[in-house]
């Protein structure tokens, strides 16, 4: 009885120990939350990813990946993650060994993700990685092979699939609370500055179409539930421009649906604007701006009125949200909502907008 007791009393003292990480080990109900390693240490990891841990019931971050001591240092240290989980990309495939990694985070140029999907997965850990997924099809396909072959699942990171009001515009719009949608356009663009890798082909893959226009295509494809069966495109660059010397500016696109949906795409480097409009038969429903880090604004117009439609708070942000749904679905053996698949469906839509606009005619993309 009293070994019983000693051994019930040193569960409790190594619980609360758990419990007091960073982080915290245990979610709510008593379930380990699965780590994550953040690949790659730029803006969108450190300023939108990582601060977002503190708030998710199933993940937390435990590891850091990063080719500049500095930074490792630095996140290190804020996020309390010990030396011997961080590491730069020649010691990466030592995370087989660190059995706090479940789920590996590629946060990294477009033309470094399929080799760092790929190592994660031989490495054993299930896989997030960034949109765009790849920068090719053929990417697209071996990293799905890849984590299929290792048994881990592939996410790709459309954060707007969990924000509450894309999520309620998905539902309005093929539920038809406007009717049959009959046309979707989708706009993103900003105004890009020089000196981003971003700008650079052989690290991005491509130009607005590859980054921010990823938007428009999603949203095009998620709004009407529907794969397009024809695409054209045109193209408007300044070549003039330095920020322009490899990638394109703008890209208007338009998409056919095999049930007659019409999609009309617009992707920019140079100019600012953040929307969709799903068109029915009996109104509209318009998102501006649409996916946005935060401050979505929707309003609906049916019988001729037009109001804003406004959700209560949310108690899980869209990051919050997309970092959990991976972490549950390792739990459950769910398949994610945007898994690999989904990456490489955007991409067969990406190489036939770009082949459009290159050979000025319209064009049936690839089959998924």
Same mark, same amino acid.
């Given at each position: 009885m009293q070994d019983d007791r000693r051994g019930i009393l040193r569960g409790m003292a190594a619980g609360l120990a758990l419990g007091a990480l960073p982080g915290g080990v245990l979610a709510a109900t008593g379930e380990r939350k699965l780590g994550y390693a953040i690949v790659g240490l730029g803006s969108y990891a450190t300023n939108q990813i990582m601060p977002q841990f503190k708030d998710c019931d199933h993940a937390r971050l435990v590891a850091l990946v990063s080719g500049t001591p500095a930074k490792l240092e630095k996140y290190g240290s804020q996020y309390g993650i010990p030396k011997t989980h961080r590491y730069d990309y020649t010691s990466f495939d030592r995370i087989r060994d660190n059995p706090d990694i479940d789920i590996?985070?590629?946060?990294?140029?477009?033309?470094?993700?399929?080799?760092?999907?790929?190592?994660?997965?031989?490495?054993?850990?299930?896989?997030?990685?960034e949109k765009p997924m790849a920068v090719s099809v053929a990417e697209c396909r071996t990293m799905i092979a890849a984590c299929r072959k290792a048994g881990r699942k592939l996410m790709i990171g459309y954060r707007s699939r969990f924000e509450p009001y894309n999520r309620l515009a998905i539902e309005l719009a093929r539920g038809g609370h406007v009717g049959a949608t009959r046309i979707i356009t989708a706009e993103h663009g900003f105004d890009a500055q020089p000196g981003q890798w971003r700008l650079d082909r052989?690290?991005?893959?491509?130009?607005?179409?590859?980054?921010?226009?990823?938007?428009?295509?999603?949203? @095009? #494809?998620?709004? $009407? !539930?529907?794969?397009?069966?024809? +695409? &054209?495109?045109?193209?408007?660059?300044?070549?003039?421009?330095?920020?322009?010397?490899?990638?394109?500016?703008?890209?208007?696109?338009? @998409? #056919?649906?095999? $049930? !007659?949906?019409?999609?009309?795409? +617009? &992707?920019?480097?140079?100019?600012?604007?953040n929307a969709y409009r799903v068109t029915g038969t009996k109104g509209w429903i318009g998102m501006e701006p649409a996916t946005p880090y935060e401050g979505q604004a929707m309003r609906i117009n049916k019988d001729w009125k037009t109001e804003p439609r406004v959700l209560p708070p949310a108690r899980k942000n869209q990051f919050v949200g997309q970092l959990d749904h991976l972490?549950?679905?390792?739990?459950?053996?769910?398949?994610?909502?945007?898994?690999?698949?989904?990456?490489?469906?955007?991409?067969?839509?990406?190489?036939?907008?770009?082949?459009?606009?290159?050979?000025?005619?319209?064009?049936?993309?690839?089959?998924?």
């Open positions: 590996v985070y590629v946060v990294l140029p477009n033309s470094l993700h399929a080799e760092y999907v790929v190592r994660a997965a031989q490495a054993g850990k299930h896989v997030m990685c052989a690290m991005s893959g491509g130009g607005s179409l590859m980054d921010i226009g990823i938007y428009s295509l999603n949203a @095009l #494809r998620y709004l $009407s !539930g529907e794969e397009p069966v024809l +695409v &054209s495109a045109v193209e408007a660059t300044d070549r003039g421009d330095p920020r322009f010397r490899t990638v394109e500016d703008r890209i208007d696109f338009h @998409l #056919r649906f095999p $049930s !007659g949906i019409l999609g009309n795409g +617009v &992707s920019s480097y140079s100019s600012n604007h972490a549950e679905c390792v739990k459950t053996g769910r398949e994610p909502i945007v898994a690999g698949e989904e990456g490489l469906r955007d991409m067969l839509v990406i190489e036939a907008i770009y082949r459009s606009a290159r050979e000025g005619r319209a064009v049936v993309p690839g089959v998924a």
